[in-house]
């Protein structure tokens, strides 16, 4: 039986610096021929549309694992595979037939695997590895030597030497076509460009000595076609992205020759190639904000965040912090909305300072009781105008704050429906316009809630922003997580949430997805989103609903709170995995540090933690 392995071309998640493990479902033996290896690739959840002459790929080495648990150069022999037309076989699935020369030795197969384009660009690519075993009984068979692609290019090279001087410079042309061919498939490795440089460069002084000795060109036919060589040398390494001097910066490095000779070794050579692995070869987009949301009131009943807990735990997972301040009315209709006092926020500035934790953004929200107990999409002031005489100074007074403590981002406002109603937008125009008038190096956003998001009435304060603001919440799955995920809930599955529609709950005739809508907002008004809130509650069915049925019991000592932390930890993989990938993200605000949305505790037995540094601390969104 032969078993499919599924990638999606929006990447899985995987470990920093790890690769897909296929061998539970392939893997290959010496002298084996004709071995059947067959891929389902999607694109974000549905099947890969093969266009634009997408064939599948398979390159890397097989040897021996180094100190790093890969297979390179040093260790393993280099193998190449490149299918056709053919090897497409319906549904995105493809079958590729790999022959002998893939399994030249006994030990690990360590590589790429992907989809390049008629014109031979690699379109996406995932690390991987399987194991080559021994012990095929035609193995002994007297057969000619496996050959690297780089071997052979080199035989091509003594082959062009012995060869007549009538055909010598049709010869040299033939032979600097499959020099550049090989640089291309050897785009973005950076070992195996290297060496093949070197290996060329010796060639050439070679080759070099052996004119000037035979006579075989004049050296001005000499001088130009070494230029030439040289030229295509370059032309084909530019395009290799440097993690630490991007292509295109003022400081880049103008061929892959020039960033090796700068290399350093050991150590620090191994720590940038995994670098490298993580930060281009992964390929994965990565996120300007990354923030947990930290609840700021004066109510009595609720705890204030500390250096030693709160922030202390932010700090491990390497994220900042948004504080969302509460502000009060006395019911859904009251037009005098009242700010608590300002010692609120100058606290946990000083003990996220102590911890060394950041600030991302100030983001207000209206409640009852300086508490979170209004549903603000009903919020409809009696007084129209007098309310926005009053928000628009309390803007102005949190701009203020923003601007004296470095926090970048000021959200304008949460799930306030009817304040985004198309008839408001002069106001949230003069209100924008006051803020940057005084303070224009200060990032807006607003928080809104999904029928605002999806609504394209609503949607019209983006031109007021630098950033489109969401709450989103989507319901994953209707499965009950079990403990240890042991139901074996996917991400795959989980992260399809985003690719879907849902009318009836995003706004009466709207057909767009998350992704679509996120698109939207980038194309139409030029704003990124900034994902203001996501969270799942650690509950059996937080992934199935907002709010749980079954809550768990609120601990005398938030501290202690205990939960199923493997909801939210499912929930941040399906988003980091997910929409966080869509280009048109530029930040988020995870909901959050406290009850009944809390992820974390000081019992250290949080896998969703674990998860959130894996992929903010780790650098891996």
Same mark, same amino acid.
């Given at each position: 039986?032969i078993?499919?392995?599924?990638?999606?071309t929006?990447?899985?998640?995987i470990?920093?610096?790890?690769?897909?493990?296929?061998?539970?479902?392939?893997?290959?033996r %010496?002298?084996?021929?004709?071995?059947p290896?067959?891929?389902q690739?999607?694109?974000r959840?549905?099947?890969q549309?093969?266009?634009d002459?997408?064939?599948?790929?398979?390159?890397g080495?097989?040897?021996?694992?180094?100190?790093?648990?890969?297979?390179?150069?040093?260790?393993g022999e280099?193998?190449?595979?490149?299918?056709?037309? #053919?090897?497409i076989?319906?549904l995105?699935?493809v079958?590729?037939?790999?022959p002998?020369?893939?399994?030249?030795?006994?030990?690990?197969?360590?590589?790429?695997?992907? *989809?390049?384009?008629?014109?031979?660009?690699?379109?996406?690519t995932?690390?991987?590895?399987f194991?080559?075993?021994?012990?095929?009984?035609?193995?002994f068979?007297?057969?000619?030597?496996?050959?690297?692609?780089l071997?052979?290019?080199?035989?091509?090279?003594?082959?062009l030497?012995?060869?007549?001087?009538?055909?010598?410079?049709a010869?040299?042309?033939?032979?600097?076509?499959?020099?550049?061919?090989?640089?291309?498939?050897?785009?973005?490795?950076?070992?195996?460009?290297?060496?093949?440089?070197?290996?060329?460069q010796?060639?050439?002084?070679?080759?070099?000595?052996?004119?000037?000795?035979?006579?075989?060109m004049?050296?001005?036919? *000499?001088?130009?076609?070494?230029?030439?060589?040289?030229?295509?040398?370059?032309?084909?390494?530019?395009?290799? %992205?440097?993690?630490?001097q991007?292509?295109?910066?003022?400081?880049?490095?103008?061929?892959?020759?020039?960033?090796?000779?700068?290399?350093?070794?050991?150590?620090?050579?191994?720590?940038?190639?995994n670098?490298?692995?993580? *930060?281009?070869?992964s #390929?994965?987009?990565?996120?300007?904000?990354?923030?947990?949301?930290v609840?700021?009131?004066p109510h009595?009943?609720?705890?204030?965040?500390?250096?030693?807990?709160?922030?202390?735990?932010?700090?491990?997972?390497?994220?900042?912090?948004?504080?969302?301040?509460?502000?009060?009315?006395?019911?859904?209709n009251?037009?005098?909305?009242?700010?608590?006092? #300002?010692?609120?926020?100058?606290?946990?500035?000083?003990?996220?300072t102590?911890?060394?934790?950041s600030?991302?953004?100030?983001?207000p929200?209206?409640?009852?009781?300086?508490?979170?107990?209004?549903?603000?999409?009903t919020?409809?002031p009696?007084?129209?105008d007098?309310?926005?005489?009053?928000?628009?100074?309390?803007m102005?007074?949190?701009?203020?704050?923003?601007?004296?403590?470095?926090?970048?981002?000021?959200?304008?406002g949460?799930?306030?429906?009817?304040?985004?109603?198309?008839?408001?937008?002069?106001k949230?125009?003069t209100?924008?316009?006051?803020?940057?008038?005084?303070y224009?190096?200060?990032?807006?956003?607003?928080?809104a %809630?999904g029928d605002?998001?999806?609504?394209?009435?609503?949607?019209?304060?983006?031109?007021?922003?630098d950033?489109?603001?969401?709450?989103?919440?989507?319901?994953?799955?209707y499965?009950l997580?079990?403990?240890?995920?042991a139901g074996?809930i996917s991400?795959?599955?989980?992260?399809?949430?985003?690719?879907?529609?849902?009318?009836?709950?995003?706004?009466?005739?709207?057909?767009?997805?998350y992704?679509?809508?996120?698109?939207?907002?980038?194309?139409?008004?030029n704003?990124?989103?900034?994902?203001?809130?996501i969270?799942?509650?650690?509950?059996?069915?937080g992934?199935a609903?907002?709010?749980?049925?079954?809550?768990?019991?609120?601990?005398?000592?938030?501290?202690?709170?205990?939960?199923?932390?493997?909801?939210?930890?499912?929930?941040?993989?399906?988003?980091?995995n997910?929409?966080?990938?869509?280009?048109?993200i530029?930040g988020?605000?995870?909901?959050?540090?406290?009850?009944?949305?809390?992820?974390?505790?000081?019992?250290?037995d949080?896998?969703?933690?674990?998860?959130m540094?894996?992929?903010?601390?780790?650098?891996?969104?």
């Amino acid at each position: 039986m032969i078993s499919t392995i599924t990638l999606d071309t929006y990447k899985q998640q995987i470990g920093s610096g790890d690769a897909f493990n296929l061998s539970d479902s392939f893997n290959g033996r %010496v002298g084996d021929e004709q071995v059947p290896l067959v891929v389902q690739f999607k694109e974000r959840g549905l099947a890969q549309q093969f266009q634009d002459g997408l064939v599948p790929f398979l390159s890397g080495f097989v040897g021996s694992l180094d100190e790093n648990d890969q297979v390179t150069t040093e260790t393993g022999e280099a193998v190449s595979y490149v299918g056709t037309s #053919d090897d497409i076989v319906g549904l995105g699935r493809v079958k590729m037939n790999l022959p002998g020369t893939m399994f030249p030795q006994e030990g690990y197969f360590y590589g790429f695997l992907g *989809l390049q384009n008629a014109d031979g660009k690699r379109v996406t690519t995932f690390n991987i590895w399987f194991h080559v075993y021994n012990g095929n009984p035609d193995m002994f068979v007297n057969k000619a030597p496996f050959r690297t692609e780089l071997q052979k290019v080199i035989d091509s090279f003594n082959d062009l030497l012995a060869s007549s001087k009538g055909t010598f410079s049709a010869s040299m042309n033939d032979w600097k076509q499959q020099v550049t061919a090989l640089l291309t498939d050897l785009n973005g490795d950076y070992a195996k460009v290297q060496a093949t440089v070197n290996l060329i460069q010796q060639q050439l002084t070679t080759l070099e000595t052996q004119i000037k000795g035979d006579g075989l060109m004049t050296q001005n036919d *000499l001088t130009s076609a070494m230029q030439t060589l040289h030229q295509q040398f370059n032309d084909s390494l530019k395009e290799v %992205v440097d993690a630490r001097q991007p292509a295109g910066a003022a400081n880049a490095y103008p061929t892959i020759g020039d960033r090796m000779d700068d290399m350093p070794t050991g150590k620090e050579f191994n720590d940038l190639k995994n670098n490298l692995q993580n *930060l281009v070869l992964s #390929d994965r987009h990565r996120l300007t904000y990354r923030s947990v949301s930290v609840g700021l009131t004066p109510h009595a009943g609720v705890r204030q965040p500390t250096a030693d807990f709160e922030f202390k735990h932010l700090a491990n997972m390497g994220a900042s912090a948004t504080f969302v301040v509460m502000l009060n009315v006395n019911d859904k209709n009251d037009s005098n909305v009242q700010m608590p006092d #300002d010692t609120i926020i100058s606290k946990a500035i000083s003990e996220s300072t102590a911890a060394g934790v950041s600030v991302t953004m100030l983001k207000p929200h209206i409640g009852v009781s300086f508490m979170d107990w209004l549903d603000r999409s009903t919020y409809e002031p009696r007084d129209w105008d007098a309310f926005w005489v009053n928000w628009q100074n309390i803007m102005l007074h949190y701009a203020g704050i923003c601007d004296a403590n470095r926090i970048p981002i000021l959200c304008l406002g949460c799930e306030q429906y009817n304040c985004t109603d198309a008839s408001m937008m002069q106001k949230w125009g003069t209100l924008t316009a006051a803020i940057r008038s005084k303070y224009p190096n200060l990032k807006l956003t607003y928080a809104a %809630v999904g029928d605002e998001y999806f609504n394209e009435q609503h949607a019209q304060i983006a031109q007021y922003l630098d950033f489109m603001g969401a709450n989103f919440y989507p319901s994953y799955t209707y499965k009950l997580v079990q403990p240890g995920n042991a139901g074996g809930i996917s991400i795959d599955e989980l992260a399809r949430a985003f690719y879907t529609a849902n009318p009836g709950k995003l706004g009466a005739g709207n057909t767009r997805t998350y992704h679509e809508m996120v698109d939207f907002y980038q194309e139409k008004y030029n704003v990124p989103t900034f994902v203001t809130e996501i969270g799942a509650m650690p509950t059996d069915d937080g992934l199935a609903h907002l709010l749980s049925d079954n809550e768990p019991a609120v601990a005398s000592d938030p501290t202690q709170q205990t939960g199923r932390f493997e909801t939210p930890a499912l929930a941040m993989e399906a988003f980091f995995n997910g929409l966080a990938q869509n280009p048109n993200i530029i930040g988020f605000a995870w909901w959050s540090v406290g009850y009944p949305f809390h992820f974390f505790n000081a019992l250290g037995d949080s896998v969703a933690e674990d998860v959130m540094q894996k992929y903010v601390k780790g650098g891996l969104v």
